[in-house]
């Protein structure tokens, strides 16, 4: 019975750290800025959040809205497993097994692809377009004339270079999934029938 219950605690203590890991890795991409941008409009853009300014005034851009409001399902699906990865870690710990943490982050770790995929469609669809559309001259015309304002210029931070490849953070979420799905997997194995 010892050794069951020892395989059973070291897969919840790896189940819990890659949730861990995974979960921060996620929080950390929706809130470090992704884009930097400089000259008539300047601010930063992030996942979850951005700045935007022209002088002293905010802009507001509605995709961008649109962007951030679709973030925040990530966001709590990344402190939802934040808590379970850290509750399976303090579990282990104290080499206690508990067969709902289980039950919790294996669909908790399985949303997680589809969320993964959500924030790669959110950035291409929404963010990725409207940072195409500022870089550049800006230009507006009007009854009087051409008006050239200045040129908006763009820095990508290093992240966005990682994370806009889908594969480092596709493969992290898919390895979280199959070990969550390990462990749902043995404690099932050996709960009484």
């Not at 270079?161 to 043995?186: G, Q």
């Amino acid at each position: 019975m010892t050794s069951n219950k020892n395989n059973l605690l070291a897969y919840q203590f790896i189940a819990g750290c890659f949730a861990i890991v995974y979960s921060l890795t996620i929080l950390l991409v929706l809130i470090i800025p992704l884009y930097i941008l400089d000259g008539v409009l300047k601010g930063f853009i992030a996942f979850s959040f951005y700045q935007l300014k022209i002088g002293d005034t905010l802009v507001r851009i509605p995709e961008l809205e649109k962007a951030v409001s679709l973030s925040l399902p990530i966001t709590l699906n990344s402190l939802f497993l934040l808590v379970l990865g850290l509750n399976s870690v303090t579990y282990w710990v104290y080499k206690r097994h508990n067969p709902l943490l289980a039950r919790l982050m294996f669909p908790t770790s399985l949303a997680f692809i589809f969320s993964t995929t959500f924030f790669y469609m959110t950035h291409t669809v929404y963010i990725g377009r409207v940072v195409e559309s500022l870089i550049g001259e800006c230009v507006e015309t009007n009854s009087a004339g051409i008006l050239i304002l200045g040129r908006i210029s763009m820095e990508i931070s290093p992240l966005a270079n990682i994370v806009l490849s889908p594969i480092p953070l596709l493969f992290l979420s898919i390895l979280n999934a199959v070990v969550a799905t390990m462990w749902v997997l043995r404690t099932y194995e050996r709960l009484p029938p």
